[in-house]
T-cell receptor
């Protein structure tokens, strides 16, 4: 089955700087890669996703890149703000099948 | 904006008791899921449900677990005889349709088994 690894587990970034979180996946059949933001005690919220037919997607300060050959994808947050502090999870799936989540990255933005 | 809703938000139960966690997926969504998250850990897949039947289940989803869609709106997870290790946050999620794979999560039910 699919296995998703995520690094780093914790990340502290000065406000205004960029943050990068990386994930690798094992199943080459996976074709959908979402990123979720989870604040303490709350639901995972989808912030951006990418499908295997594109290499990069951007939404304002958030971007995701995908390298299918290497089987890794990354989340980039630019101009970080205090409200970006949360736990971020990457995930992978094939079609509408189950999401396999990474272990999470606790991002702390230092004011 | 439509949301997946779950009830109750918090459930405390004694070991060995049955619990039913309830979810109302977003209407017109076709795929339904249950995930769980033990405190401080990653989200883990339990079961997926499509066209009124289980499409996939994980090794966690043993004979103590069952799911039902009793009517056109509710989607329930039943744990027959709860164990201490069932304590976790349980999330329901739904996806719109084939080819649209975004999964939207409910706010979760925190299950505490004592």
């Amino acid at each position: 089955g699919e296995n998703v690894e995520q690094h780093p587990s914790t990340l502290s970034v000065q406000e205004g700087d960029s943050a990068v979180i990386k994930c690798t996946y094992s199943d080459s059949a996976s074709n959908y890669f979402p990123w979720y933001k989870q604040e303490l005690g709350k639901r995972p919220q989808l912030i951006i996703d990418i499908r295997s037919n594109v290499g990069e997607k951007k939404d304002q300060r958030i971007a995701v890149t995908l390298n299918k050959t290497a089987k890794h994808f990354s989340l980039h947050i630019t101009e970080t703000q205090p409200e970006d502090s949360a736990v971020y999870f990457c995930a992978a799936s094939f079609g509408n099948e189950k999401l396999t989540f990474g272990t999470g990255t606790r991002l702390t933005i230092i004011p | 904006e439509p949301e997946v809703t779950q009830t109750p938000s918090h459930q405390v139960t004694q070991m060995g008791q049955e619990v039913i966690l309830r979810c109302v997926p977003i209407s017109n969504h076709l795929y339904f899921y249950w995930y769980r998250q033990i405190l401080g850990q990653k989200v883990e897949f339990l079961v997926s449900f499509y066209n009124n039947e289980i499409s996939e289940k994980s090794e966690i989803f043993d004979d103590q677990f069952s799911v039902e869609r009793p009517d056109g709106s509710n989607f329930t997870l039943k744990i027959r005889s709860t164990k201490l290790e069932d304590s976790a946050m349980y999330f329901c999620a739904s996806s719109p349709s084939e080819g649209r794979t975004e999964a939207f999560f409910g706010q979760g039910t925190r299950l505490t088994v004592v």
